[in-house]
């Protein structure tokens, strides 16, 4: 079992920063690849980034690439998300996400997920 806690959401004007953390519960956190989706609403919950079990690999969706940087530390039980240059469209309830081993673009393919922080950027 892996519980997961966000913090660091906030509201933000459009070009600013925020970091986003998770921290895992459990001692098998280094197992697992995690990522990191988001849900504006009225909309899907989309794919943001993920990184692998051992942060050598990530991914990101084409519209936060060159902006968000995933990061994790192990010893931390902890992944972050440093989003730079934020839009409004990057406006959402950010989800961080567990998936043993290695991490899916799909939602439904997860086995943990976190409470959600929102996230706002104003125009």
């Known amino acids: 079992q892996v519980q997961l806690v966000e913090s660091g959401g906030g509201l933000v004007q459009a070009g600013g920063s925020l970091r986003l953390s998770c921290a895992a519960s459990?001692?098998?956190?280094?197992?697992?690849?995690m990522g990191w989706f988001r849900q504006a609403p009225g909309k899907e919950r989309e794919f943001v980034v993920n990184i692998s079990w051992n942060g050598v690999g990530t991914y990101y969706a084409d519209s936060v690439k060159g902006r968000f940087t995933i990061s994790r530390d192990n010893d931390k039980n902890t992944v972050y998300l440093q989003m730079n240059s934020l839009k409004p469209e990057d406006t959402a309830v950010y989800y961080c996400?567990?998936?043993?081993?290695?991490?899916?673009?799909?939602?439904?393919?997860?086995?943990?997920w976190g409470q959600g922080t929102q996230v706002t950027v104003s125009s």
């Open positions: 459990g001692r098998t956190f280094s197992t697992y690849a």
């Open positions: 996400a567990a998936r043993q081993f290695a991490m899916s673009r799909d939602p439904d393919s997860v086995d943990y």
